[in-house]
Protein backbone atom coordinates (compact mmCIF):
# COMPACT_ATOMS: atom_id res chain seq x y z
CA UNK A 1 0.00 0.00 0.00
CA UNK A 2 2.52 2.25 0.69
CA UNK A 3 4.62 1.72 -2.76
CA UNK A 4 1.35 1.93 -4.40
CA UNK A 5 1.01 5.58 -2.80
CA UNK A 6 4.58 6.60 -3.24
CA UNK A 7 4.01 5.59 -6.66
CA UNK A 8 0.88 8.00 -7.33
CA UNK A 9 2.15 11.16 -5.79
CA UNK A 10 4.89 10.95 -8.10
CA UNK A 11 2.78 10.19 -10.77
CA UNK A 12 1.06 13.08 -9.68
CA UNK A 13 3.86 15.74 -9.45
CA UNK A 14 5.41 14.32 -12.47
CA UNK A 15 1.58 15.61 -14.52
CA UNK A 16 2.33 19.06 -12.67
CA UNK A 17 5.68 19.48 -13.69
CA UNK A 18 4.67 18.24 -17.10
CA UNK A 19 1.52 20.87 -16.76
CA UNK A 20 3.61 23.71 -15.69
CA UNK A 21 5.96 23.60 -18.67
CA UNK A 22 3.29 23.46 -21.25
CA UNK A 23 1.47 26.60 -19.55
CA UNK A 24 4.40 28.13 -19.65
CA UNK A 25 5.01 27.41 -23.67
CA UNK A 26 1.71 28.18 -24.00
CA UNK A 27 1.64 31.54 -22.59
CA UNK A 28 5.34 31.85 -24.43
CA UNK A 29 3.41 31.49 -27.39
CA UNK A 30 0.75 33.50 -26.66
CA UNK A 31 3.02 36.53 -26.08
CA UNK A 32 5.24 36.52 -29.18
CA UNK A 33 1.91 36.53 -31.42
CA UNK A 34 1.16 39.68 -29.31
CA UNK A 35 4.31 41.10 -29.95
CA UNK A 36 4.23 39.94 -33.35
CA UNK A 37 0.93 41.81 -33.97
CA UNK A 38 1.65 45.16 -31.97
CA UNK A 39 5.73 45.11 -34.07
CA UNK A 40 4.16 44.77 -37.34
CA UNK A 41 1.35 47.37 -36.73
CA UNK A 42 4.07 49.84 -35.53
CA UNK A 43 5.82 49.05 -38.77
CA UNK A 44 2.65 49.65 -40.99
CA UNK A 45 1.61 52.66 -38.71
CA UNK A 46 4.92 54.37 -39.35
CA UNK A 47 5.26 53.90 -42.82
CA UNK A 48 9.08 51.47 -42.32
CA UNK A 49 7.39 48.53 -44.80
CA UNK A 50 10.13 49.87 -47.55
CA UNK A 51 13.39 50.17 -44.86
CA UNK A 52 12.60 47.26 -42.24
CA UNK A 53 13.98 43.75 -42.54
CA UNK A 54 13.01 40.83 -40.24
CA UNK A 55 15.81 38.12 -38.99
CA UNK A 56 14.63 34.93 -40.07
CA UNK A 57 11.52 33.71 -38.04
CA UNK A 58 12.96 35.42 -34.85
CA UNK A 59 10.63 38.51 -34.78
CA UNK A 60 13.62 40.81 -34.94
CA UNK A 61 13.23 43.14 -37.31
CA UNK A 62 15.47 46.21 -38.06
CA UNK A 63 16.80 48.79 -40.35
CA UNK A 64 19.77 49.69 -41.10
CA UNK A 65 20.20 53.74 -40.92
CA UNK A 66 24.18 53.75 -41.85
CA UNK A 67 25.90 50.17 -42.75
CA UNK A 68 29.42 50.96 -41.79
CA UNK A 69 32.77 50.27 -43.49
CA UNK A 70 34.37 46.86 -43.16
CA UNK A 71 34.44 42.97 -43.70
CA UNK A 72 34.02 41.54 -39.92
CA UNK A 73 32.88 38.20 -39.62
CA UNK A 74 30.54 38.04 -35.98
CA UNK A 75 31.29 35.39 -33.47
CA UNK A 76 30.06 34.55 -29.86
CA UNK A 77 33.29 36.06 -29.09
CA UNK A 78 33.25 39.32 -31.42
CA UNK A 79 33.35 42.23 -29.14
CA UNK A 80 31.47 45.52 -29.48
CA UNK A 81 31.90 48.87 -28.65
CA UNK A 82 28.49 50.38 -28.67
CA UNK A 83 26.63 53.28 -28.36
CA UNK A 84 22.41 52.82 -28.02
CA UNK A 85 19.03 54.63 -27.08
CA UNK A 86 16.88 52.07 -25.29
CA UNK A 87 12.88 52.95 -25.95
CA UNK A 88 9.77 51.20 -25.37
CA UNK A 89 8.35 50.55 -28.65
CA UNK A 90 4.86 51.30 -27.60
CA UNK A 91 5.08 54.28 -25.38
CA UNK A 92 8.51 55.99 -26.80
CA UNK A 93 9.33 55.79 -23.11
CA UNK A 94 13.24 56.58 -22.68
CA UNK A 95 14.48 53.40 -21.04
CA UNK A 96 18.21 54.28 -21.38
CA UNK A 97 20.67 56.26 -23.52
CA UNK A 98 24.71 55.95 -23.50
CA UNK A 99 25.82 59.41 -24.39
CA UNK A 100 29.53 59.54 -24.24
CA UNK A 101 29.66 56.34 -22.10
CA UNK A 102 30.69 53.57 -24.98
CA UNK A 103 30.60 50.03 -23.21
CA UNK A 104 31.80 46.81 -24.78
CA UNK A 105 29.90 43.78 -24.57
CA UNK A 106 30.81 40.20 -26.09
CA UNK A 107 28.11 39.08 -28.38
CA UNK A 108 27.88 35.46 -26.93
CA UNK A 109 25.69 35.26 -23.97
CA UNK A 110 26.64 38.82 -21.98
CA UNK A 111 23.97 40.45 -24.70
CA UNK A 112 20.10 40.20 -25.04
CA UNK A 113 19.84 37.92 -28.47
CA UNK A 114 17.94 40.91 -29.89
CA UNK A 115 21.22 42.66 -30.35
CA UNK A 116 23.25 38.96 -31.00
CA UNK A 117 20.98 39.08 -34.26
CA UNK A 118 20.60 42.73 -34.94
CA UNK A 119 24.31 44.02 -34.39
CA UNK A 120 26.11 41.86 -37.03
CA UNK A 121 23.29 43.61 -39.86
CA UNK A 122 26.32 45.93 -39.93
CA UNK A 123 30.09 46.89 -39.82
CA UNK A 124 32.21 49.27 -37.56
CA UNK A 125 30.53 52.75 -37.69
CA UNK A 126 27.01 51.60 -38.77
CA UNK A 127 23.73 52.19 -36.93
CA UNK A 128 21.35 49.73 -36.84
CA UNK A 129 17.36 50.45 -35.42
CA UNK A 130 16.08 47.11 -34.05
CA UNK A 131 12.86 46.17 -32.81
CA UNK A 132 12.70 43.64 -30.29
CA UNK A 133 9.75 41.17 -29.19
CA UNK A 134 9.94 40.84 -25.50
CA UNK A 135 11.17 37.35 -25.37
CA UNK A 136 14.40 38.68 -27.51
CA UNK A 137 14.70 41.24 -24.73
CA UNK A 138 13.70 40.66 -20.98
CA UNK A 139 10.86 38.36 -21.79
CA UNK A 140 8.43 38.37 -18.61
CA UNK A 141 10.40 39.24 -16.38
CA UNK A 142 10.24 43.34 -15.43
CA UNK A 143 13.18 45.07 -14.96
CA UNK A 144 12.19 47.58 -11.92
CA UNK A 145 15.49 49.35 -12.06
CA UNK A 146 15.15 50.76 -15.84
CA UNK A 147 10.95 51.52 -15.19
CA UNK A 148 10.57 48.57 -17.98
CA UNK A 149 7.43 46.52 -17.21
CA UNK A 150 6.95 42.63 -18.09
CA UNK A 151 6.47 41.34 -21.68
CA UNK A 152 8.09 44.77 -22.87
CA UNK A 153 8.60 45.37 -26.74
CA UNK A 154 11.70 47.33 -27.23
CA UNK A 155 13.34 49.95 -30.00
CA UNK A 156 16.99 50.67 -29.94
CA UNK A 157 19.18 52.27 -31.68
CA UNK A 158 23.00 51.11 -31.87
CA UNK A 159 25.84 52.67 -33.10
CA UNK A 160 28.37 50.14 -33.77
CA UNK A 161 32.21 52.00 -32.57
CA UNK A 162 34.27 49.06 -32.92
CA UNK A 163 34.50 45.59 -33.43
CA UNK A 164 37.51 42.93 -31.95
CA UNK A 165 37.47 39.73 -32.92
Same mark, same amino acid.
Given at each position: MKRVL? &??LFITVALQACKKTLVGEERYREQAAKDDAIIQQYIVDNNL =? *? /?? =???? !?? %? #?YYIIRKP???? *??? +??? !?? #????? !? +???L +??? =???? =? +?DQFHPTY /????????AWQL?? $????? %????????PSRYAYGPYPQPSL?? $? &? *? &??? *?FEITVYNIQN
Open positions: V &AI =Q *D /SV =QRID !TS %G #VGSGN *DVY +TNS !TR #VTVGF !T +TRV +TTG =QLIF =Q +T /SLGSNIIRGI $PQVQE %GGVVRILSGL $P &A *D &AIL *D
